[in-house]
């Protein structure tokens, strides 16, 4: 749809969440429609949004893909305020582990699967009036971490990338912010943990790396996304941490 008028600040803000089908952002999803916002979560799996969302399908490392899952968004709802950057994929292993495909499927996914949906979406968040990106990022990003070099290269990417698009807009009323969480217990962790010998024991000692003894829930980033989405107004260009004290802190 076209972009003619400014969003009305009383009605419902409209989010967008990529990947929100499962884990952190079927918890951003949830978050956001507790706090009053319509929410359209662009998934590779849409069938699997839980109601009241909208699933949408979309494969963020398509770009055609991620126009047509906007324009339907902006098409059903009149406008949208609100994009949750968070589809990502691992990977594992140093660099001789991956060959140059791999480094370039998921650098398109985690990194310019975020670009294109902000792209995308710009034309709305800027008519927004409480526009705001949040991206996920991880603790990752600023850590040296055996064994994730391309998936730690993909979330310094989305580090960056969170600082400078936060500068790009913050004078066009868009705030751009990411958070960084540790381990948190969702499929993706669950998936990693089946592929090891000993599931519960590697579960113990992960619980055990973060400072307050345990993973973090989906719900709990799923907050901290939602707080810096709609809540944070004066917050822009920061990484915000939801990571039991991983990162910072040394028992
Ligand atoms: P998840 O696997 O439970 O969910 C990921 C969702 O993204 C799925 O619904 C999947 O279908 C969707 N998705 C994957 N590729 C897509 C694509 N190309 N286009 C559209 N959707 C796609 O994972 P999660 O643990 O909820 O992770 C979500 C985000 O959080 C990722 O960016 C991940 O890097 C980040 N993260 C996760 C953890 C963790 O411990 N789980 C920690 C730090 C950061």
């Not at 003619?4 to 952190?24: H, K, N, Y």
């Not at 989305?158 to 868009?174: C, N, Q, Y």
């Not at 090891?196 to 790396?209: G, H, S």
Request: with cysteine; charged share 20%; glycine share 8%.
């Amino acid at each position: 749809m076209a972009v003619t008028s400014e969003a009305q600040s009383s009605d419902p803000l409209v989010a967008v969440v990529s990947g929100g089908a499962s884990g952190i952002g079927a918890a951003a999803v949830a978050a956001l429609t507790a706090r009053g916002v319509r929410v359209a979560a662009l998934d590779l799996k849409p069938d699997e949004v839980a109601a009241p969302a909208v699933g949408i399908a979309c494969d963020v490392s398509d770009d055609a893909s991620v126009r047509a899952a906007v324009a339907e968004v902006a098409d059903r709802f009149g406008r949208i305020d609100i994009v949750v950057n968070n589809a990502g994929i691992a990977a594992q292993g140093d660099i001789t582990d991956n060959d140059d495909d791999e480094w370039r499927r998921v650098l398109d996914v985690n990194v310019v699967g975020m670009v294109r949906l902000a792209r995308a979406a710009l034309p709305y968040l800027r008519k927004s009036p409480a526009a705001a990106i949040v991206n996920t990022c991880s603790v990752f990003a600023s850590m040296g971490v055996r064994r994730r070099v391309l998936y730690s290269a993909s979330k310094g990417a989305v580090h960056s990338l969170t600082l400078a698009m936060a500068a790009d807009h913050v004078r066009e009323g868009i705030r751009v912010n990411a958070v960084a969480p540790g381990a948190v217990d969702t499929p993706w962790i669950q998936r990693v943990l089946a592929k090891t010998a000993d599931p519960q024991a590697e579960r113990d000692a992960l619980n055990d790396r973060h400072p307050l003894g345990r993973l973090a829930r989906p719900e709990e980033v799923g907050d901290a996304i939602a707080f810096l989405a709609t809540e944070a107004s004066g917050t822009t260009g920061t990484i915000l941490a939801v990571d039991g004290g991983i990162h910072d802190l040394r028992l």
